[in-house]
């Protein structure tokens, strides 16, 4: 079974609308680490949000929030006011536990492409 | 803002051949990974790697590959014998502590050929 699920192979969304990039993830573990990261065309890897299991606020860096669903195993990305250096590969990740604490599961990634 | 730098950017190399490819970690960074990401794939957990030794690898991470701290700035990962598969773009990461966020380097992409 995977352990992170994006759904989304691919978001369309206009300048400064607001989007949100679905994830759901899977783990019996109660303490865990969901993360998410932009992937532009050049390639590198920008962290953008953490949300901690235990954390009973959302996650909030800017334009971006995290919408954490704990019993439905969900958290979305929601960027807000979107800009074209918006558009690049967005992946979740997932830090499990205490067994596994320092290996990141990715997502297979949502492709956003901002027009203007 | 300190950052994760990994050189060379692009390496092409013979199947067979050793490749060593350079990390210099965030400077207070404890804690030290490698990721690969084949063309288009997710990206993949390799290593990690704490107090001058690895605490944990995935099945990926076989024999023909190895990680180094040789001083007190660089983190090298190495693949003795090349093969095809190996083509990928290989990512450093460093995080201050276990649970803290990883901070990633532009990667470098290896072409075996």
């Known amino acids: 079974a995977q352990k992170i699920t994006q759904t989304q192979p691919g978001m369309f969304v206009q300048e400064k609308e607001a989007v949100t990039l679905d994830c759901t993830y899977d783990t019996s573990d109660q303490s865990y680490g969901l993360f998410w990261y932009k992937q532009p065309s050049s390639g590198e890897m920008i962290f953008l949000i953490y949300?901690?299991?235990?954390?009973?606020q959302n996650a909030t860096e800017g334009r971006y929030s995290l919408n954490f669903q704990k019993a439905r195993k969900s958290a979305n990305l929601v960027i807000s006011a979107s800009q074209l250096g918006d558009s690049a590969m967005y992946f979740c990740a997932m830090r499990e536990g205490t067994k596994s604490f320092q290996k990141l599961v990715f997502g297979t990634g949502t492709r956003l492409l901002v027009s203007p | 803002e300190p950052e994760v730098t990994q050189t060379p950017s692009h390496q092409v190399t013979q199947m067979g051949q050793e490749v060593i490819l350079r990390c210099v970690p965030i400077?207070?960074?404890?804690?030290f990974y490698w990721y690969r990401q084949i063309l288009g794939q997710k990206v993949e957990f390799l290593v990690s790697f704490y107090n001058n030794e690895i605490s944990e690898k995935s099945e990926i991470f076989d024999d023909q590959f190895s990680v180094e701290r040789p001083d007190g700035s660089n983190f090298t990962l190495k693949i003795r014998s090349t093969k095809l598969e190996d083509s990928a773009m290989y990512f450093c990461a460093s995080s201050a502590g276990s649970y803290n966020e990883q901070f990633f380097g532009p990667g470098t992409r290896l072409t075996v050929l």
């Open positions: 400077s207070n960074h404890l804690y």
């Open positions: 949300q901690g299991s235990y954390d009973e």
